[in-house]
Structure formats: structure tokens, C-alpha cells
């Protein structure tokens, strides 16, 4: 079977597991049962017009006595691009909007208070080409380009926190940007975070394009709660979700653009262990489909000169702190996401597990502190 036909490997062990094993499985793989959601009905005939899938789930915390439940609810989408990569820029820009725009109404039936779309969403994962034009057009200004007044209007319209991740241009220097921008309810400019950690692997030639994020840790206080967003590559980099759990992140939003052959088997691992970790929430959010480009591009791998960047699959998750998580949304189609979680549970599983308590930071701060340094001897006892 193809890459691309598998929908995905929850429905995969549903059609050939017999119920006990099923539950048991479903135990041991994804923790504690996340229960469905019950979604609106004109919400799940919305998302039947437009063809995408819409799942929900909820996360529930134990009551507590002296503090009310923190319920709020998130919504991760998912999408392929919406026109071929040699349309003009500007259509491809707005046919994207006007998918997710729809999207977000959906969102929005569903009591969404935080969405947030994948990676560099106005645009295919040009990267790859290491061509500038005409991908660098794709650019914006996180302040006032026309996707964050786009993003603006809908966050008004729906009292919702959106996180528009963009390929930003920085008027200044012209520098560009790997940058999540994040929209209050209210509808202004929160502020941004920029991509950390850029990667030099396959035919992600990002490095070509954009610099490695200025903005640290940065946590954003919302109405819904403390949310940071760490940006793809991030992911595989445990003191990067670790900094803004330190600066107080109670979701830490993870806008990815991957691709099965490369990632998929730690994509299930590394944001949930995140999740665990750090005791917070993590949300995973990955493209669909197969993009190709006009031009075939090589990357100094040996490989035969392409023009696609393989299959992005998708799997869109939620992680808890209790290390359970939702089943993950298609690999193949465009998705919407709600799950509804009480923060409280952090606290809860911060107080049942302590990592943070335990964690014996100032130990680790001086080691590392010696261990960056050029003169480091590692500390290697030999007989
Ligand atoms: N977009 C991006 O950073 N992709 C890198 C590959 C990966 O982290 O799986």
C-alpha cells in the first residue's frame, strides 16, 4: 500500500482489531480514553459540504475544591493547498483564505476559542526549491500584511485567539521569518514567535530562505490561557518546548510542515513526550497532500532530481500532560480538530508527578553552562 492510502492508523487497527484487543490496544498506544465530543449538527453537515473532516474530543480533569475548572476549547486545521503552485501568487494566496476562512466558521459552531492552521499556511512548502522566486513573494508583514488583517477580522468576528503561522517579511531589513503571528480575541496583533530552530536535513532547505527566530520563549496571556507556539523542527528539540514551559505555557502549539518518509514515526512521540515533560498541553498540526513544482530540484543527497517533496500526512493531535492523547485526524484529507481540555490538569499532573519540582535545574544550568564552552573535557571516568 502507498504512503498516501493509509487514512490513518487509529481507523487502520479499528477495521482488524476485535473489540477487547481494540480497547486494550487503544489503552497502551494512546492513554487514557479521550471521550468524543458532541460537535453541532449543522457543524458536521458544514464539514461534509466542504469536504473535510471534523472529529472532537475532551480531556476532563478531576474537580477540584478550590478552584473552578478551566474549559476552554482549541482547534487544529489541517489542509492541502487549495490551487497548483504555478498559479499566480495572490490567487493562491486568497484561495487558501477562503478554504480556511470557511474552516473557521466551523471552528466557531464548535465553540473553538483558540485555532490555530499549520505552518507557513498562505502557501505550498516551497523550500524544497531553493529557488527565491517566486516563493519569498509569499511573504508578509506580521504587523499589518494581509493575512494577519484577514486573520484580524476573524478573530473579531468569532471571539477567537488565531495563530497565523506566515512566512514573514521584516520591513526593516527585509529580513525573512519563519513566524507564527498570534491574534487576540479582541482582534489586535498579541505579538509573534519566530521559528527557533531551522533544519538542515532532506529537502528542507529552509536555511536558504529564512533566519533562525529572535523572539525566545516568548508566552502569550490570552483570555483562554497561556499559549506558546513552537514552530516544526522545535519539536525535536526538548529545551525548546522545555523554555516555554519555564515561561509559564499552559498549550504549546506546534505548526509543522513534514513528510512521512522523513518524520513519521516520531510524530506521534515527540510532542506528546513534550506534553508529559513539561506538564501542558501540545497540539501537533501538520499539512496534507503531495505539492509539486514546475522546476525539478535536487538537495545534495543523492537522490534523482524531483519535483514533489514526498507526502505530508497529516495526524493532527492533541497531547495531554497525563501522556494520553487524541486519535489524530486523516493523513490524507483537509481536518478540523476541537478538543476540549480543563487546564486544570496540569496542575494536577504537575502535583502527581513533579518533573518540575524534581527537575534539579540549577544543576543542569551549570553543567550546560560548562558544557557549551570550547575548553569543555567531558567527565568520562576511564580505567
Ligand atoms: N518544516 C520543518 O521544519 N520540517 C522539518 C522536518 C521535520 O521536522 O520533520
Known amino acids: 500500500m502507498s504512503a498516501c492510502r493509509l487514512d490513518s492508523l487509529e481507523k487502520c487497527l479499528e477495521s482488524h482489531l476485535p473489540e477487547p484487543e481494540l480497547a ?4 497502551i498506544l494512546f492513554g487514557k480514553e479521550t471521550p468524543k465530543l458532541d460537535l453541532p449538527e449543522c457543524a458536521i453537515e458544514a464539514a461534509n459540504e466542504q469536504d473535510f473532516e471534523l472529529k472532537g474530543y475532551m480531556f476532563d480533569a478531576k474537580k477540584e475544591e478550590l478552584r473552578p475548572p478551566r474549559r476552554i476549547r482549541v482547534g487544529l486545521i489541517q489542509h492541502h493547498i487549495v490551487l497548483a503552485t504555478e498559479n499566480h501568487i495572490l490567487d493562491q494566496i486568497n484561495a487558501m483564505h477562503s478554504r ?7 471552528a466557531a459552531m464548535c465553540g473553538v476559542n483558540i485555532v490555530c492552521f499549520q505552518e507557513t499556511w498562505t502557501m505550498p512548502f516551497a523550500f524544497c526549491t531553493r529557488e527565491k522566486e517566486p516563493w519569498t513573494e509569499f511573504a508578509e508583514s506580521a504587523e499589518v500584511g494581509n493575512t494577519t488583517r484577514f486573520c484580524q477580522e476573524l478573530a473579531k468576528k468569532y471571539n477567537m485567539v488565531v495563530i497565523s503561522p506566515i512566512l514573514e517579511r521584516e520591513a526593516l531589513h527585509n529580513t525573512l521569518w519563519n513566524t507564527a503571528v498570534v491574534i487576540s480575541n479582541s482582534g489586535n496583533v498579541l505579538g509573534k514567535s519566530r521559528k527557533n530552530h531551522i533544519p538542515r536535513i532532506g529537502d528542507f532547505n529552509e536555511s536558504t530562505y529564512y533566519m533562525e527566530g529572535d523572539t525566545g520563549h516568548t508566552v502569550f496571556q490570552t483570555q483562554f490561557g497561556k499559549i506558546a507556539v513552537n514552530i516544526c523542527y522545535g519539536r525535536h528539540h526538548p529545551l525548546n518546548w522545555f523554555m516555554y514551559s519555564m515561561n509559564g505555557a ?5 505548526p509543522s510542515a513534514t513528510v512521512g518518509d522523513l518524520s513519521e514515526p516520531m510524530w506521534p512521540i515527540e510532542a506528546r513526550n513534550a506534553a508529559i515533560a513539561n506538564h501542558c498541553f501540545t497540539c501537533a498540526i501538520n499539512r496534507v497532500g503531495t505539492e509539486n513544482f514546475q ?3 535536487t538537495s545534495g543527497d543523492g537522490k534523482k532530481a524531483h519535483h514533489d517533496f514526498g507526502h505530508f500526512y497529516g495526524s493532527s493531535y492533541v497531547a495531554a500532560p497525563d501522556g494520553s492523547r487524541t486519535p489524530g485526524l486523516s493523513r490524507t484529507r483537509d481536518g478540523l480538530l476541537v478538543v476540549e481540555m480543563d487546564l486544570n490538569l496540569n496542575q494536577q499532573i504537575s502535583d502527581k508527578w513533579s518533573f518540575k519540582m524534581t527537575g ?8 550546560l553552562s560548562k558544557a557549551v564552552r570550547h575548553d569543555f573535557k567531558p567527565n568520562i571516568v576511564k580505567e
Open 250 to 254: 499552559e498549550i504549546i502549539f506546534n
Open 295 to 297: 522546476n525539478e530540484f
Open 100 to 106: 480556511v476562512g470557511e474552516m473557521v466558521k466551523v
Open 24 to 27: 486494550e490496544v487503544r489503552r
Open 360 to 367: 534539579r535545574y540549577p544543576m543542569y544550568a551549570e553543567e
